[in-house]
């Protein structure tokens, strides 16, 4: 294993980067513990973060540090491993933590314990997994084709690396337009999966089943039953086998939860009452 690691990582160059995956796995873990002990209201735990009785959410924490670690990591020469290494550790939980709350910055309100806040944790699993690519050696195949066609120059080299390129961008549109995105995410590494996913079925309900199978005739009709039924057979066990693996990491979402960041109604605190010299508002500023 430490011989693997060595080759593979060390050699390569990839130390920092293998620093930020595991501080981002560590940060990940972290901030999902804690918020899911002041959720369950555990006395001793230090909870939320609120100066004044303004809660300050942990993304504000997260972009601070992942500023420090970007400016740290330009700074310190290539001849300092070790301060590089660090500065990628620190804007590995700097990301972790942004990332956590990934649906609160894309819907701009409180959607954590949501079932919108799912959206959050699925943000996490695909930073992990490209990085994870990333740190075995796996690289983007329009990034392979293009970086062959560089070392062995010459034009035609560099056309058929532009042609390989627009194929598989369109394998990959094609991909995405018919709701499959895990396919389209991992077929970007091994373009196989483009290929065996564009041809065969949509999901019933993604844009391409909306225009191809949405319309009259018995073709259409037959595809989009087709698609209905490997949708019940296939996808929706799945669905709900990764439902259950995302409820056992982060915990499970509310649907009738709306409340503030990290458990916390809007304008209280983790016991659900308002901070000390504070009224209860129906959407305290944060």
């Not at 942990?58 to 992942?66: A, L, S």
């Not at 806040?117 to 983007?140: D, K, N, T, W, Y």
């Not at 990491?249 to 983790?270: K, L, N, Q, S, Y």
Request: aromatic share 12%; net charge positive; charged share 20%.
């Amino acid at each position: 294993m430490g011989e693997w690691f060595r080759h593979t990582v060390v050699d390569t160059g990839r130390l920092p980067l293998f620093c930020f995956f595991t501080a981002m796995i560590v940060g990940f873990a972290f901030i999902r513990f804690s918020t899911r002990m002041i959720r369950a209201g555990v006395s001793w735990w230090p909870g939320n973060v609120t100066p004044g009785g303004m809660h300050i959410h942990h993304v504000v924490f997260g972009v601070v540090m992942m500023l420090l670690g970007g400016v740290v990591g330009f700074a310190v020469p290539d001849d300092l491993p070790g301060w590089r290494a660090a500065a990628a550790a620190l804007f590995g939980v700097g990301s972790a933590l942004v990332l956590d709350e990934f649906a609160l910055i894309l819907r701009l309100r409180d959607v954590y314990w949501s079932q919108e806040g799912r959206l959050s944790v699925e943000a996490v699993f695909v930073a992990l997994a490209m990085i994870g690519l990333l740190l075995i050696g796996e690289r983007p195949v329009f990034v392979s084709d293009f970086m062959e066609a560089a070392g062995e120059g010459g034009v035609e080299r560099w056309a058929l690396g532009f042609a390989l390129a627009a194929f598989n961008a369109v394998l990959a549109g094609v991909t995405l337009f018919k709701g499959k995105f895990w396919t389209g995410f991992f077929g970007l590494f091994f373009p196989i999966l483009l290929l065996v996913s564009a041809v065969r079925l949509s999901r019933p309900n993604a844009p391409w089943a909306r225009w191809r199978y949405h319309r009259p005739g018995v073709r259409p009709s037959r595809k989009l039953e087709r698609a209905n039924r490997r949708e019940r057979r296939v996808r929706e066990p799945l669905a709900r086998l990764a439902d259950r693996l995302s409820d056992l990491i982060a915990g499970r979402p509310d649907p009738g939860d709306t409340g503030g960041d990290d458990g916390v109604p809007p304008g209280g605190t983790a016991a659900g009452r308002p901070a000390a010299g504070e009224k209860r508002t129906a959407d305290r500023p944060r």
